[in-house]
């Protein structure tokens, strides 16, 4: 039987190749919400009482 440590390892390494193009996609993009998040109206939408 595989333990937990085992069993993530090998889900690193079959998905290697998806995390090694994801880290490059982000390195070369914004983050997706940084509108979202830099907006002017975000900042009054924290501030309103909920």
Known sequence: MIDDDERRRL??????QAFAAQKAWHEQQDHPLAEIMTRPSSASRRDEPT
Request: proline fraction near 0%; hydrophobic fraction near 35%.
């Open 11 to 16: 889900w690193q390494k079959e998905n290697a």
